[in-house]
Every structure is written in structure tokens, then in C-alpha cells.
């Protein structure tokens, strides 16, 4: 009897070691990278945050260049913040986000996504100019109007006469 107790005490405690060794390996690997906001524009600032990241590192992506994390004190969950500004010629599209710590890496693809502009100060029309269709609608727009602002002053001009 006291054997099996002994075996069972036993049991339970390199079972115990034996799943604390993992919790522990993976207590100083990052984790959850969350990039906010997650929908940005290009130029614009993102700020990034990583948990299990005691010590600060650094974090790269296509869309900025390297930029440095810093240990935020006091987080229960040890993380890391940074911040980047996403370069002005990055193509729209989603972007993967790679931080490493204390020589650890952690990749996380589609953490953010780069908006595309618009053609600004044209209406979003082209610079090529008015094709001869455009031309002949817009000509006949103008001289409808122009019949119909005649046929109106007319008719106002003989109803007072009455």
C-alpha cells in the first residue's frame, strides 16, 4: 500500500514538472502582436504591442522600416510598445508584421492593412482631358437649358400682359 501511494505521489509530480517546463519555455517567446488600427492609411502612425516581451526589441514590416519596441511598465502580460509610421509609397494591401525579442522571433501575417489614396484635386477624373463624347453631352445639356430657360422667360413675359 505504501508503495503505490509513493508511486502515485510520484506520478503527479513529474507530471506536474513535466507540464510547468513548457509554461515556462514559452513565458519569454512573444506573443499576441496587435497592431492598432488595423486599417491605416499610408503616412500614417501604428502603434504595435506585444505580450511576453520583457526586455523591448524591435519590429519590421514591408509597409515601415525597423522601429524599436519598449517594455511597458507594470503589464502583468510583460509587453513591449512601439510605434512606426507607414511609409508613404507602401502598395494597399494587407502586411505581415515580424517583433523580436531577446533574439526571438514572432511573425504575425495580415496584422495590418495600407489603404489606397485617391487622385485628389481632379474629382477623381482623369487628367487626359473631356473625350469628344463627354463634349457632345455636355453641349447638349447646355443647350437645353438654354431653350428651356428662353421658353420659361416667354411664358412669363406674355402672361403678364394678359
Not at 49 to 59: E, K, L
Not at 98 to 120: D, E, H, I, M, Y
Amino acid at each position: 500500500m505504501r508503495k503505490s501511494r509513493a508511486l502515485a505521489v510520484s506520478a503527479v509530480a513529474v507530471a506536474a514538472v513535466g507540464l510547468a517546463a513548457p509554461a515556462a519555455v514559452a513565458w519569454d517567446t512573444p506573443s499576441n502582436i496587435v497592431a492598432l488600427p488595423a486599417v491605416i492609411a499610408r503616412g500614417g502612425q501604428l502603434t504595435v504591442t506585444v505580450d511576453n516581451c520583457p526586455n523591448g526589441g524591435t519590429m519590421t514590416s514591408r509597409a515601415f522600416p525597423r522601429a524599436r519596441l519598449t517594455a511597458v511598465p507594470n503589464s502583468p502580460k510583460q509587453s513591449a510598445r512601439g510605434t512606426a509610421t507607414v511609409s508613404s509609397t507602401a502598395r494597399p494591401g494587407s502586411y505581415d508584421i515580424t517583433v523580436n525579442c531577446s533574439g526571438r522571433t514572432l511573425t504575425k501575417p495580415a496584422a495590418f492593412t495600407v489603404l489606397g489614396g485617391t487622385q485628389g484635386g481632379l474629382g477623381g477624373s482623369s487628367s487626359t482631358g473631356a473625350t469628344p463624347a463627354d463634349m457632345a453631352v455636355g453641349g447638349a445639356l447646355v443647350a437645353a437649358a438654354a431653350v428651356g430657360g428662353g421658353v420659361f422667360w416667354m411664358r412669363r413675359r406674355t402672361e403678364k400682359k394678359i
